[in-house]
Structure formats: structure tokens, C-alpha cells
């Protein structure tokens, strides 16, 4: 099983709310990984959990919360957001080793009002 | 500084043909790794294809070849036989790190258009 989930593959907020996205998978990877990508743009690294440390991209805002409930599991919890947060969230994982790729989920598109 | 290069905002290829998407990339690590993901309008990032800094031949895999110049800091894919199906947006990326605190860095990115 090669398949990392995403979950919700759409998400429409207020800037009030407050939610949360979620991604599995079951390949026995120990680096799990979050992206935010805007329109025509690469991929920016957001947070990186490898061997239950948690890596924090300086310039992510607070806003923005990372949690790793397990090994399998990596959610990013969603509060205050601004319009500038709209954008495709990829959730990846990878082995942790040398020669490791990342495979990707299918992405969650937020949109925030 | 830029570590990863594309300097090909977008490509256009006749189907059947071959084209190369170029990436540079610049590091002064010993081992690395070098990848290529294709992103079709959908936004999933698929990946294709991977060179390890230490390794001697070019990496292969169906019609997505990598043209590795190590001296060069170059790490082109060659797609053959075009398809229509290949028009995507091809990210070049490169690993950095050390083992359990690996980052992947990406390219900005070539839009490849293939015409019938």
C-alpha cells in the first residue's frame, strides 16, 4: 500500500472557524510532512514530523498547528485563518532514510472567506 | 540562494517526441538526492523518478529518464514518446539533511503543454 489519504479533499472556513486536516498512511514511514502550495507555485514545507521530532518552517504562522496523535496519523489544526491561507495543503510521508521518496496524498483545496 | 533551478517556465512538445525539462541545483552536501514529480491539474504530486548523489549510472524508469551531470550540479528528465497525458506541471526537487531530519526542497516548477 503505496497510498497516503488526505481528509477533507475540499474545506471552505471563516476566518473564525476552527478546523482541522487530516492524513494517514500505512507504509511504515516514520517522516510525515505538510506543504502549502498556492496557484502556479511549488510546494512549501511547512512542518516536518521525522522520528517523532517536530520541525517547524520559522515562517509559518501560529495560526497553523501540527499534531502527530501517531506514527500513521498527521493532522493540522486550522484557527483564525486569513484569506491569504486559501491554498492546496499536501500531506507526504517518506521512509526517513537516505534513499527514501516522498509520496503524496491527493491534497486538501481550503478555501477561506 | 536558489537551490533548485528550473529555468523553463513552461515546454511544449509534439506528441511522440522526446523533450528534456532542465533542473540545477546547488548544494555542498556529499550525499543527496535528486527527484522529479509530475503535478497534473488535479494537485496530486506524482512521483516519477529518483538519481541518489552516489549514483554511477542514470536512473530509469519507463519513459522518464534522468540525465545526471554531477559535475555539471544538473539533473535533466527526459521524458520519451511523448503522451498527451504528460501535460503537467514537472517539479525538480532535491533532498537535503541528515538521516531522520530530511527536508525536500522544490524547483519552481516547468508547465509542459503536449500537442496533438
Known amino acids: 500500500d503505496t497510498e497516503v489519504t488526505q481528509t477533507p479533499k475540499h474545506l471552505v472556513m471563516g476566518m473564525t472557524n476552527k478546523k482541522s486536516l487530516k492524513c494517514e498512511q500505512h507504509m511504515g514511514h516514520r517522516a510525515m510532512y505538510w506543504y502549502k502550495q498556492k496557484a502556479k507555485k511549488p510546494p512549501e514545507l511547512m512542518f516536518v514530523y521525522s522520528y517523532e521530532k517536530l520541525s517547524i518552517n520559522e515562517s509559518v504562522p501560529s495560526r497553523f498547528s501540527p499534531e502527530c496523535p501517531n506514527s500513521s496519523l498527521l493532522n493540522l489544526h486550522l484557527h483564525a485563518l486569513q484569506p491569504e491561507d486559501s491554498a492546496l495543503y499536501l500531506c507526504?510521508?517518506?521512509?526517513?532514510?537516505?534513499?527514501?521518496?516522498?509520496?503524496f496524498g491527493p491534497g486538501t483545496r481550503l478555501t477561506v472567506l | 540562494a536558489q537551490k533548485i533551478t528550473q529555468t523553463q517556465p513552461g515546454m511544449f512538445v509534439q506528441e511522440k517526441e522526446a523533450v528534456t525539462l532542465d533542473c540545477t541545483y546547488d548544494t555542498s552536501d556529499q550525499s543527496y538526492g535528486l527527484f522529479w514529480y509530475k503535478q497534473p491539474s488535479s494537485g496530486e504530486m506524482i512521483f516519477l523518478i529518483y538519481?541518489?548523489?552516489?549514483?554511477?549510472q542514470n536512473a530509469t524508469e519507463g519513459r522518464y529518464s534522468l540525465n545526471f551531470q554531477k559535475a555539471r550540479k544538473s539533473a535533466n528528465l527526459v521524458i520519451s514518446a511523448s503522451q498527451l497525458g504528460d501535460s503537467a506541471m514537472y517539479f525538480c526537487?532535491?533532498?537535503?539533511?541528515?538521516?531522520?531530519?530530511?527536508?525536500?526542497?522544490f524547483g519552481t516548477g516547468t508547465r509542459l503543454k503536449v500537442l496533438a
Open positions: 526537487a532535491m533532498r537535503e539533511g541528515n538521516s531522520g531530519t530530511y527536508k525536500y526542497i
Open positions: 538519481q541518489g548523489s552516489y549514483d554511477e
Open positions: 507526504a510521508s517518506s521512509s526517513g532514510l537516505r534513499f527514501g521518496e516522498q509520496f
